[in-house]
């Protein structure tokens, strides 16, 4: 590489934001660390393909925090001047400034707007920076934004793993206290088939250095990842791992089939044998049925998930977490496609929503129009769940 190239390349371009954020993370302020993903094989994973993956520098991440610091400064004290917010209040405190970055200026009102108590730092993998620097960072984030009280990350259990206990434990002072792992599965021959770069081993010793360091802990599984082959495997050994970690957090999201991603091509060429959404949801019961000795939040708030009412602590809420998938599985053939189809169209999000006349009529609609049958609904179901990723 050239000097010149090498110099170009360290120019602050601007502030900037990643492509995606945990949905628990919808009112946090977005703050990129790294860009991409360093691993970036997981087949069933498109967001970073065809992306390559770079650190950042630790002067242009302070300037994008005190960038977003100075615009924060100066909506509060005209919010506190003037006593409420309106649009074009906002354009008129924005075209006052020196420097000016929509995206970051937009990202201080929405802070503001959300309450201003959590942080996500981007992308796919922040913890790969040096510790050193990612302490650094930190500190000047608490510096800069002492009303947060929650600062977040994606992690991979790879990289968790080779950072020394004691750095971990320095991250967790310093103010990372939670840390969303994609598990998506304990079952080795899982984990192997979807490339994600880990053992059912890994994850679990990264799960509880995590705990251990002080932060909390979200994972992430993935109904449907093992395919028809490895359904029954893929629920006993997730549950099996996560009973090993006790996670603060247990989060689904349900597998879909985004073309990018070459999950997508094996679907195609048969190598992968996807589970439909009554398979999935027999999945999800062995799964809950499975999970024990802990006391973990589990969540199913992700758009792609057919049940969402599957959400409860353990050990307290699992008979009612199985509950809702027996329901679900009673439902007549007839009433299972209305079902599906309902919360696939975004009409429903619990079951008793079939009861909502108004929005059965439409569901019934959609049906007709798109001859939705027992022959044809997994199919429709894939081409609408890709409208999700
Ligand atoms: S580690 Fe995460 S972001 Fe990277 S390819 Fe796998 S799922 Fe995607």
Redesign the pocket.
């Known amino acids: 590489m050239t000097k010149k190239t090498k110099k170009q390349k360290d120019i602050y371009t601007g502030f900037e934001q990643g492509p995606i954020r945990p949905p628990s993370e919808a009112d946090s302020l977005l703050l990129r660390l790294t860009r991409n993903?360093p691993?970036?094989?997981?087949t069933f994973?498109p967001?970073?393909k065809g992306r390559k993956f770079s650190l950042r520098s630790v002067d242009h991440i302070i300037k994008d925090i005190d960038l977003v610091h100075s615009y924060l400064v100066k909506i509060m004290e005209e919010i506190d001047k003037k006593g409420r917010i309106e649009l074009n209040m906002m354009d008129e405190i924005f075209n006052s400034f020196n420097l000016k970055n929509r995206t970051a200026f937009n990202a201080a009102l929405h802070w503001f707007s959300t309450g201003m108590k959590s942080i996500f730092i981007q992308d796919?993998n922040s913890l790969i920076m040096k510790p050193a620097d990612l302490v650094h960072i930190l500190k000047h984030i608490k510096k800069q934004f002492p009303m947060a009280d929650r600062i977040t990350s994606y992690a991979?259990s790879r990289t968790i793993v080779l950072i020394k206990e004691d750095d971990l434990k320095r991250i967790a002072e310093a103010g990372l206290n939670r840390i969303h792992i994609?598990m998506e599965s304990g079952s080795d021959n899982v984990l192997k088939m979807i490339k994600k770069g880990v053992t059912k081993q890994g994850h679990i010793t990264a799960g509880v250095r995590i705990k251990k360091a002080g932060m909390e802990l979200s994972e992430y599984v993935m109904p449907g990842l093992g395919g028809v082959e490895f359904s029954e495997e893929h629920a006993i050994e997730s549950a099996d791992a996560l009973n090993r970690i006790n996670p603060d957090f247990i989060r689904l999201r349900s597998l879909a089939l985004p073309e990018r991603a070459p999950i997508a091509e094996d679907y195609r060429t048969g190598k992968f044998k996807k589970c439909n959404d009554i398979m999935m949801a027999e999945e999800i019961k062995r799964f809950l049925e499975n999970l024990s000795g802990i006391n973990s939040y589990v969540k199913s708030d992700h758009i792609l998930n057919l049940l969402e009412e599957v959400e409860g602590k353990m050990p307290s809420d699992k008979e009612k977490m199985i509950n809702v998938v027996n329901q679900f599985l009673s439902l007549s053939p007839e009433r299972k496609i209305l079902y599906r189809m309902g919360r696939r169209m975004g009409l429903f999000r619990k079951l008793e929503d079939l009861d909502n006349s108004l929005e059965l009529d439409r569901v019934k609609e959609a049906c007709r129009l798109y001859n939705v049958t027992d022959d044809t609904i997994d199919v429709v179901i894939d081409q609408v769940m890709k409208r999700f990723v």
């Open positions: 993903c691993w970036n094989r997981c994973c967001v970073y796919a991979r994609g």
